[in-house]
């Protein structure tokens, strides 16, 4: 339903795309992952006709949204910012929006009560937006995007700064619209929503998706049997001598610079690994020991971008 290939941007020294192929299926569910910088947002503008590419191509049902509005109508966003009017009530936004999407106005207005009802809104459509919880906005931000019925929908972090309860409403929404067969792809940085909901995961580096598939098969070609992944937390801010010696075993920095992730090949295998890096000068103030996972296959193919 969403096809891209060999897509390449460029930002003269700055990162872009550079050829990246990617497949979305009616009723699929694809997680698009990767560090900041990676061209997730640049791929995102490509998909929905709005970056100028130099070379490539991308359809959507078969059809380029920079050139064909049937395309662009075909296809729904839900940008990480939330793109509402906050002044007017939640049933004129989606009403102006389904219009704007490409719904006549006695279609919008007949689609806006049943959008409430799915959003689980249906008493607030008289309320003004700027009224809304975030939660509750993330949601109708959802609904303006899928009035028009769109066969393939793009979201960009579409669960930012909501709690919990509200990002597993949005979840279920979600997987009501795979159900329906609606073609997603989601950007997130959110590895257990990933985990949770995708289909497929493809994690993109440096303007290329490096690895994708289902979850389970990524962590299984990726770590062996019996393996276990190390979350270490550091005492102290390593120097170069005690980051060199976890890089040497294989462990990766994440954001925060005293935490690094790792895998060993079994449990037994744990307690030696602390002693080695512990006599190389790492003061380990905290270990977590779990079956690798999606974050494991994300920090070996992503995490040198992380690294000191």
């Not at 010696?245 to 090949?265: I, M, N, S, Y």
Request: proline share 5%.
């Amino acid at each position: 339903m969403l096809a891209a290939h060999q897509l390449r941007r460029s930002y003269g020294a700055g990162r872009g795309l550079a050829g990246v192929d990617l497949t979305v299926a009616a009723g699929e569910i694809y997680g698009l992952l990767g560090p900041n910088g990676a061209g997730k947002t640049s791929l995102v503008r490509a998909l929905t006709g709005r970056l100028r590419l130099d070379g490539g191509t991308v359809a959507v049902a078969g059809r380029d949204p920079r050139a064909d509005p049937a395309a662009r109508r075909a296809l729904g966003l839900v940008p990480q910012e939330i793109a509402l009017y906050q002044d007017l009530t939640v049933a004129e936004n989606l009403g102006l929006l389904g219009e704007l999407a490409g719904l006549s106005r006695a279609a919008a207005a007949a689609a806006v009560p049943p959008a409430l009802a799915w959003i689980d809104l249906a008493d607030r459509g008289d309320s003004r937006v700027a009224t809304l919880s975030g939660g509750q906005k993330r949601r109708v931000n959802l609904a303006a995007a899928t009035l028009h019925q769109p066969a393939v929908l793009i979201l960009d972090e579409p669960t930012v700064g909501v709690d919990l309860p509200a990002r597993d409403r949005i979840h279920g929404l979600l997987r009501d619209l795979r159900a329906r067969g609606t073609a997603i792809l989601l950007a997130t940085h959110d590895l257990d929503q990933a985990a949770l909901l995708c289909d497929r995961v493809g994690v993109m580096v440096d303007g290329r998706i490096r690895v994708e598939g289902p979850v389970t098969e990524l962590i299984g070609r990726w770590f062996p049997a019996g393996a276990r992944e190390v979350a270490l937390s550091l005492g102290a801010d390593p120097g170069e001598p005690a980051r060199a010696a976890l890089r040497d075993r294989g462990f990766v920095a994440g954001a925060d610079p005293l935490a690094w992730t790792g895998v060993v090949d079994s449990v037994g295998r744990v307690a030696e690994c602390l002693e080695a890096l512990e006599a190389r000068g790492v003061v380990v103030r905290d270990t977590r020991i779990r079956e690798p996972g999606l974050s494991g296959v994300f920090l070996k193919v992503a995490g040198r971008e992380f690294e000191a």
